[in-house]
């Protein structure tokens, strides 16, 4: 079975993905629900079977802890009643994930242009979608502005993580475009909820959510995965 996972994990996740994505599409309100909460929980088991995973650096827990908030996120967000304990969860999982990204330190003397040109631009598209959303927030902007500044730091820091010799590549094919896909989803749900709903009602927005939102942590827990195997080998 554990060959299997670490061979299949990543395909059979993309699968349970879509049929997710068609229940929503559907009407199928019960597969739609079980198949969410499969998705993290599977995630995981992928990273968890992984033949690193034993002698891997103790900043694997970082990435199982940051995807089990994101599974409490998940569970939390199919009811809109609790709206903020999923969002702390999901809090909780940009949390960890800076706190691994952080741990990857810069290559000495290697420029830093493109940290600071991406985080001018992620700063100007938050500020965007703060001040056009505010008058909606209500109560909620506050602890939607300590989440927006949570992810953009972990969208941040997989930037500062392509400058780490042996993280470059990874970062740049899968931790920076999966957190992209990640800030995507929320901004798609943010205007959703505060704009669209009210204003100008989309038909199935949510499918575009879920859908970056997937593929979002696939990219991510694949680039775990690759950087384990990559420094657990040259170890």
Same mark, same amino acid.
């Given at each position: 079975?554990?060959?299997?996972?670490?061979?299949?994990?990543?395909? *059979?996740?993309?699968?349970?993905?879509?049929?997710?994505?068609? !229940?929503?599409?559907?009407?199928?309100?019960?597969?739609?629900?079980?198949?969410?909460?499969?998705?993290?929980?599977?995630?995981?088991?992928?990273?968890?079977?992984?033949?690193? +995973? /034993?002698?891997? /650096?103790?900043?694997?827990?970082?990435?199982?802890?940051?995807?089990?908030?994101? +599974?409490?996120?998940?569970?939390?967000? #199919?009811?809109? =009643?609790?709206?903020?304990?999923?969002? *702390?969860?999901?809090?909780?999982?940009?949390?960890?994930?800076?706190?691994? +990204?952080?741990?990857?330190?810069?290559?000495?003397?290697?420029?830093?242009?493109?940290?600071?040109?991406?985080?001018?631009?992620?700063?100007?598209?938050?500020?965007?979608?703060?001040?056009?959303?505010?008058? !909606?927030?209500?109560?909620?902007?506050?602890?939607?502005?300590?989440?927006?500044?949570?992810?953009?730091?972990?969208?941040?820091?997989?930037?500062? =993580?392509?400058?780490?010799?042996? !993280?470059?590549?990874?970062?740049?094919?899968?931790? $920076?475009?999966?957190?992209? %896909? +990640?800030? =995507?989803?929320?901004?798609?749900? /943010?205007?959703?909820?505060?704009?669209?709903?009210?204003?100008?009602?989309?038909?199935?927005?949510? #499918?575009? $959510?879920?859908?970056?939102?997937?593929? /979002?942590?696939?990219?991510?827990?694949?680039? %775990?995965?690759?950087?384990?195997?990559?420094?657990?080998? $040259?170890?």
């Amino acid at each position: 079975m554990k060959p299997f996972i670490q061979k299949f994990g990543i395909t *059979i996740y993309l699968l349970i993905l879509m049929l997710h994505l068609f !229940a929503q599409l559907l009407g199928y309100t019960s597969i739609q629900y079980g198949s969410k909460l499969i998705l993290l929980p599977l995630l995981m088991l992928f990273f968890y079977v992984q033949p690193f +995973f /034993a002698t891997a /650096a103790k900043s694997k827990y970082l990435i199982l802890i940051g995807l089990f908030g994101s +599974f409490l996120g998940d569970a939390f967000l #199919l009811s809109e =009643a609790y709206f903020i304990p999923g969002m *702390i969860a999901f809090m909780t999982t940009h949390i960890f994930n800076i706190l691994f +990204f952080n741990s990857l330190k810069p290559k000495i003397g290697e420029s830093k242009t493109k940290l600071y040109v991406f985080t001018l631009m992620l700063a100007a598209f938050c500020a965007f979608v703060y001040f056009f959303l505010k008058d !909606a927030m209500g109560a909620l902007i506050y602890p939607i502005l300590v989440y927006m500044l949570l992810i953009s730091f972990a969208a941040i820091y997989t930037v500062r =993580a392509s400058l780490n010799q042996q !993280a470059t590549t990874i970062a740049n094919l899968f931790w $920076t475009p999966g957190m992209l %896909f +990640f800030i =995507a989803s929320d901004a798609v749900l /943010a205007f959703n909820k505060f704009y669209w709903s009210t204003q100008s009602p989309i038909d199935n927005i949510g #499918l575009v $959510t879920m859908a970056t939102y997937g593929v /979002a942590q696939m990219l991510l827990v694949k680039g %775990f995965q690759l950087y384990f195997s990559k420094t657990s080998t $040259t170890a």
